[in-house]
């Protein structure tokens, strides 16, 4: 299974010779998630997988003064703000196994 949507993935579809033969419609969640006790105020930054940044792009231009910056990947963006320890960065676009093994906290609202 591939995302269709995407110049990137036509792009592939061509380079591998893919045929589409059916589409899914996925339901994707992300959290805003950053060190515990940080709140949406404090952020200054996010980091995450650039379709990670894309799918939140709404929600992500509505915190004024939050800087976007592309990642390899969200688990590696996630993991690099709980070793950090900046306070002022979030990782949008991972879920509960970052919650879990990383110990970062869904932000709140200030």
Do not use: F, N, W
């Not at 994707?28 to 980091?47: E, F, Y």
Request: charge should be positive.
């Amino acid at each position: 299974m591939r995302p269709a949507r995407g110049a990137l993935t036509r792009a592939d579809a061509r380079r591998y010779q893919l045929h589409i033969v059916g589409e899914v419609t996925v339901a994707v969640r992300h959290c805003l998630l950053a060190l515990p006790g940080v709140a949406k105020a404090d952020l200054r930054r996010v980091a995450s997988h650039y379709q990670a940044l894309a799918q939140c792009d709404g929600y992500l231009r509505a915190l004024p003064g939050v800087a976007r910056t592309a990642a390899a990947d969200t688990a590696g963006a996630a993991r690099a703000i709980a070793e950090s320890g900046d306070r002022r960065a979030g990782q949008p676009g991972c879920g509960a196994p970052c919650l879990c093994t990383l110990r970062l906290c869904r932000v709140r609202r200030a």
